[in-house]
Nanobody
């Protein structure tokens, strides 16, 4: 089992920045891909970006490329999402995800609200 706890959400004006963190605990994450997803009201959950736990390869959704950055701290077992130049359309509940590559098992955090005002 993997436990994920997000923090750092809040209210920010358009153009501002927020940093989300995801603290992971439980079984080893060395064979996992960590990701951030988001879900806006009335919409499906969508992928924001991912990072491989072992070597840190990242990929991002087109909608956030150049604005969002995912990073990890292996020593602290945390994954962060730095969000810059935020737009009202970035408003959503953001979820941390860990997916075990071998088994395909997904683990989710409880989510943290991000609201961007215009």
């Amino acid at each position: 089992q993997v436990q994920l706890v997000e923090s750092g959400g809040g209210l920010v004006q358009a153009g501002g920045s927020l940093r989300l963190s995801c603290a992971a605990s439980g079984r080893t994450l060395s064979t996992s891909i960590m990701g951030w997803f988001r879900q806006a009201p009335g919409k499906e959950r969508e992928l924001v970006g991912t990072i491989t736990w072992n070597i840190g390869t990242t990929r991002y959704a087109d909608s956030v490329k150049g604005r969002f950055t995912i990073s990890k701290d292996n020593a602290k077992s945390t994954v962060s999402l730095q969000m810059n130049s935020l737009k009202p359309e970035d408003t959503a509940v953001y979820y941390c995800n860990a997916r075990e590559v071998v088994t395909g098992t997904n683990y989710w955090g409880q989510g943290t609200q991000v609201t961007v005002s215009s």
